[in-house]
């Protein structure tokens, strides 16, 4: 089975808040991020957590951890048409080379 | 601003062809990962390195080689391109230490005929 997972798809209306979930098998990661890609393009990091935090704030984007149930979430508040991408969930797995573990990814498409 | 960059956008080639994808970073990264993303799959990660002349192999490395002989350049080689070998590859590098945050290039669409 997959180590880190997410829904393929989510749509929400603009101005909606929009909750991307992912949930992972190990917990050996001390950090866990959030990755957006446009159509065409490379993969942006929008933000990280470090393990030992519940929650993170960053304008419209709000991590959340919940290490027990191994789950982690991505808000994004007053969802706009320019957030339609797709979302990765990414862990560290506790490489000590750089590598990332990431999901497969979820298309967020908001309607105007 | 870190900058990562690939050679190509976009890249046809023959069936059979040696293919070359190279990716330069301009912040001194140590480590360097070359993927690939195809629909549904998500990334899967073919090749990284974490030093100059170092390498070590990702989840799918077969029909793939690589070479690092500047820490700023990590390349990517098709010995013999197939088909199957279409997708778009994406580069990647971090610091060694830290958060280990990836940043990526624009990505190279590669289409094999």
């Known amino acids: 089975g997959e180590d880190v997972e997410q829904s393929l798809f989510l749509s929400v209306r603009e101005g909606d808040s929009s909750v991307i979930n992912c949930t992972y098998t190990d917990s050996s990661s001390t950090y866990l991020y959030w990755y957006k890609q446009e159509p065409g393009a490379g993969l942006q990091l929008l933000t990280y957590i470090f393990s030992n935090m519940d929650m993170k704030q960053d304008q419209r984007l709000t991590v959340l951890l919940n290490k027990k149930d191994k789950h982690l979430s991505l808000r994004i508040a007053d969802t706009q048409t320019g957030d339609s991408a797709i979302y990765f969930c990414?862990?560290?797995?506790?490489?000590?080379?750089?590598?990332?573990?990431f999901g497969r990814g979820t298309q967020l498409t908001v309607w105007p | 601003d870190v900058k990562v960059t690939q050679s190509s956008r976009y890249l046809v080639k023959r069936t059979g062809e040696k293919v070359f994808l190279e990716c330069v970073q301009d912040?001194?990264?140590?480590?360097m990962f070359w993927y690939r993303q195809d629909p549904g799959l998500g990334l899967r990660l073919i090749y990284f390195s974490y030093d100059v002349k170092m390498k070590e192999k990702g989840d799918i490395p077969e029909g793939y080689s690589v070479s690092r002989e500047k820490k700023e350049r990590f390349s990517l080689i098709l010995e013999s391109a197939s088909t199957n070998q279409t997708s778009m590859y994406l580069c990647?590098?971090?610091?060694?230490?830290?958060?280990?945050?990836?940043?990526f290039g624009p990505g190279t669409r590669l289409t094999v005929l």
């Open positions: 912040m001194d990264h140590e480590n």
């Open positions: 990647a590098s971090t610091w060694a230490g830290g958060a280990n945050e990836q940043f």
């Open positions: 990414a862990l560290n797995r506790g490489s000590t080379l750089g590598r990332l573990y």
